[in-house]
C-alpha cells in the first residue's frame, strides 16, 4: 500500500460545478497534512492547511478524518483558473521534515 | 512571486560538465530541502538541511553534492550526471522540523542533460 495515496484522475467538471478529491495516508500517526496544487510546468503552491476540525478558504474546504485516515478536498463554484494537478502532502512524524507527496490528481475545468 | 528564488531557471549541461544549482530564501526559514521531478510525478526528495547541517539524504548518487554556505543559501553541486538526471529540480524551505509548517518551494531548475 502507498503511503499517500491519490485518485489520478483526470477529472473534468464543468465551470461552476463543485468537486471533490479524497486522499488516504497508511501512517496512522501522521501529523500534518496539505493540500497543494501545481500547475503544468510550475513549482507546487501551497493551497491550504489540514486541520483536525476542518478548515475553508474561501471556495476550498479541506477536512481530516484520522479514523478512516483521509484528508478531503472540496472546490465549490470552480473557476477555469482551478485547472491544475491538486497534490495531497503529508508528514509522517513529528519533528520529521520529511513531506511524503501522493501523485497528485489531475483537474480540469471545462468552459 | 515565489519567496524562494531559484538560478538559474534552465540549465543544458553535457555529462562532463560541472555547475551549480543556487536557491536562497529570507524568510527566516531553518529547514531547505532539494527535490527532483520528473514530467508527470510528484516531487521526489533528494537532500534536507536543518539548522545548516545535512539531516536526510535519501541515498542520492555522489554526482550530486548538496551544500548550505549559510541559513539563506543552499547550492546543489552537478558533476558527471547522466541523461536520465534530466529534471525539475525543485528548492523548498520551512520554519523547521519542529514546528509542523508547510514548505514554500522556489519555481524550480528546469535541467536537461546532453
Known amino acids: 500500500r502507498k503511503e499517500v495515496e491519490q485518485d489520478p484522475g483526470p477529472f473534468n467538471v464543468p465551470e461552476g460545478a463543485t468537486v471533490a478529491f479524497n486522499c488516504t495516508y497508511s501512517?496512522?500517526?501522521?501529523?500534518?497534512f496539505f493540500w497543494y496544487r501545481q500547475d503544468c510546468r510550475k513549482e507546487p503552491k501551497l493551497l491550504m492547511s489540514?486541520?483536525?476540525s476542518g478548515n475553508e478558504d474561501g471556495r476550498f474546504t479541506a477536512q481530516l478524518n484520522r479514523a478512516s485516515q483521509y484528508i478531503s478536498l472540496l472546490i465549490r463554484d470552480s473557476k477555469l483558473s482551478d485547472s491544475a494537478t491538486y497534490l495531497c502532502?503529508?508528514?509522517?512524524?513529528?519533528?520529521?521534515?520529511?513531506?511524503?507527496f501522493g501523485t497528485g490528481t489531475r483537474l480540469t475545468i471545462i468552459p | 512571486d515565489t519567496e524562494v528564488t531559484q538560478t538559474p531557471k534552465h540549465l543544458v549541461m553535457g555529462m562532463t560538465n560541472k555547475k551549480s544549482l543556487k536557491c536562497e530564501q529570507h524568510?527566516?526559514?531553518?529547514?531547505m530541502y532539494w527535490y527532483k521531478q520528473k514530467a508527470k510525478k510528484p516531487p521526489e526528495l533528494m537532500f534536507v538541511?536543518?539548522?545548516?547541517?545535512?539531516?536526510i539524504n535519501e541515498s542520492v548518487p555522489s554526482r550530486f553534492s548538496p551544500e548550505c554556505p549559510n541559513s539563506s543559501l543552499l547550492n546543489l553541486h552537478l558533476h558527471a550526471l547522466q541523461p536520465e538526471d534530466s529534471a525539475l529540480y525543485l528548492c523548498?524551505?520551512?520554519?523547521?522540523?519542529?514546528?509542523?509548517?508547510?514548505?514554500?518551494f522556489g519555481d524550480g531548475t528546469r535541467l536537461s542533460i546532453l
Open positions: 489540514v486541520y483536525s
Open positions: 524568510m527566516g526559514h531553518r529547514a
Open positions: 501512517n496512522s500517526a501522521s501529523q500534518s
Open positions: 523548498a524551505s520551512s520554519r523547521g522540523a519542529e514546528s509542523n509548517q508547510p514548505q514554500h
Open positions: 502532502v503529508v508528514r509522517m512524524e513529528r519533528g520529521n521534515e520529511k513531506l511524503t
Open positions: 538541511y536543518s539548522y545548516e547541517k545535512l539531516s
